[in-house]
T-cell receptor, first 113, second 115 residues
Framework: QQQVKQSPQSLIVQKGGISIINCAYE??????FPWYQQFPGKGPALLIA?????SEKKEGRFTISFNKSAKQFSLHIMDSQPGDSATYFC????????????FGKGTLLTVNP | GAVVSQHPSWVICKSGTSVKIECRSL??????MFWYRQFPKQSLMLMAT?????????EQGVEKDKFLINHASLTLSTLTVTSAHPEDSSFYIC???????????FGSGTRLTVV
C-alpha cells in the first residue's frame, strides 16, 4: 500500500492566519490527489483535489500546491476561520483500476478566534 | 453533487450479536464501494473494496468472515459485523466511487459500540 506522509500532526493558527499542511507520496501513476476535511463524528468530505498536470489549484480560501518532481503537495488555507477547525487528510490513489485511496495520518487544525 | 447515505449513524450492540451497516449512493451508480475503519484520533484504514455483483476484496489483516460485505446493486452496499466484540467498537465509514464522479464520496459514518 502506498504511503502518504502528512505533516504536521497538529496545527494551531490564529483567526485570519494561513494554515499550511504538507503531504509527500511515493511513486504513483495516478492523477488525483485530494484533501479531505473531517469534523468530529462525521465522515470525511472532499475539500479540494488536484491533478499533477497543474502546479496549483485554488478554490475560495483553499489552495493546493503540487510539486510533481518532489512528490509533494500541500494545502493552504488562507484567512483561516474558527469554523475551519477540523482534521484534514491528504490522500493518494493506488490499487489499479479500483482507485483505492491511502490516507495520511491527518492534521488536527485548531483556529483560535 | 454526489451523495452517499450511511445508516445507522450510531449503534450499540451486545457482545456476540451481529450488526448491519448500510451504505447507499443516492444520485449516482456506485460501481465500487469502499469500507473504512477509523479509531479515535487516527486515520482511515481501508478494510475492503466491493464491486457490484462480485465478491469483496479484503485488505490484509481484515477477517472476511467477521466483516461480511454485500454489494448487490449499484446503489447499495452493506457491511455486517458478525459476532461483534468490544474490540470491534470503532467508527465505520463507507465511500462510493465511480469513474464519472471520481470524488470518492464518503458516508457520514457509523459509530459502533459493542458492550
Amino acid at each position: 500500500q502506498q504511503q502518504v506522509k502528512q505533516s504536521p500532526q497538529s496545527l494551531i493558527v490564529q483567526k485570519g492566519g494561513i494554515s499550511i499542511i504538507n503531504c509527500a507520496y511515493e511513486n504513483t501513476a495516478f492523477d488525483y490527489f485530494p484533501w479531505y476535511q473531517q469534523f468530529p463524528g462525521k465522515g470525511p468530505a472532499l475539500l479540494i483535489a488536484i491533478r499533477p498536470d497543474v502546479s496549483e489549484k485554488k478554490e475560495g480560501r483553499f489552495t493546493i500546491s503540487f510539486n510533481k518532481s518532489a512528490k509533494q503537495f500541500s494545502l493552504h488555507i488562507m484567512d483561516s476561520q474558527p469554523g475551519d477547525s477540523a482534521t484534514y487528510f491528504c490522500a493518494a490513489p493506488w490499487g489499479g483500476s479500483n482507485y483505492k485511496l491511502t490516507f495520511g495520518k491527518g492534521t488536527l487544525l485548531t483556529v483560535n478566534p | 453533487g454526489a451523495v452517499v447515505s450511511q445508516h445507522p449513524s450510531w449503534v450499540i450492540c451486545k457482545s456476540g450479536t451481529s450488526v448491519k451497516i448500510e451504505c447507499r449512493s443516492l444520485d449516482f451508480q456506485a460501481t465500487t464501494m469502499f469500507w473504512y475503519r477509523q479509531f479515535p484520533k487516527q486515520s482511515l484504514m481501508l478494510m475492503a473494496t466491493s464491486n457490484e455483483g462480485s465478491k469483496a476484496t479484503y485488505e490484509q489483516g481484515v477477517e472476511k468472515d467477521k466483516f461480511l460485505i454485500n454489494h448487490a446493486s449499484l446503489t447499495l452496499s452493506t457491511l455486517t459485523v458478525t459476532s461483534a466484540h468490544p474490540e470491534d467498537s470503532s467508527f465505520y465509514i463507507c465511500s462510493a466511487g465511480d469513474r464519472a464522479v471520481r470524488g470518492y464520496t464518503f458516508g457520514s459514518g457509523t459509530r459502533l459500540t459493542v458492550v
